[in-house]
């Protein structure tokens, strides 16, 4: 699914998932604003449980049968 995104919010995402960076931390070393970074990883997130929400209920109610 991340392949898909416009590649500032692939960055993004990737920096602050595999790096564990805070958002304050990747705002001063990239000069984004915080608030920009926040409402990217905020969309980001967001879309990622749209996608695996199906899923996820399939699982949470034991029907793995369904679970893509």
Do not use: P
């Not at 500032?8 to 001063?28: C, H, P, R």
């Amino acid at each position: 699914e991340i392949e898909t995104w416009h590649w500032y919010d692939q960055m993004l995402f990737n920096e602050y998932v595999n790096t564990g960076k805070s958002i304050v931390t990747l705002a001063t070393e990239s000069k984004i604003s915080r608030s920009s970074i926040f409402q990217t990883l905020k969309n980001c997130k967001q879309r990622i449980k749209n996608v695996i929400a199906e899923d996820w209920e399939d699982f949470r109610n034991q029907d793995f049968e369904k679970i893509i």
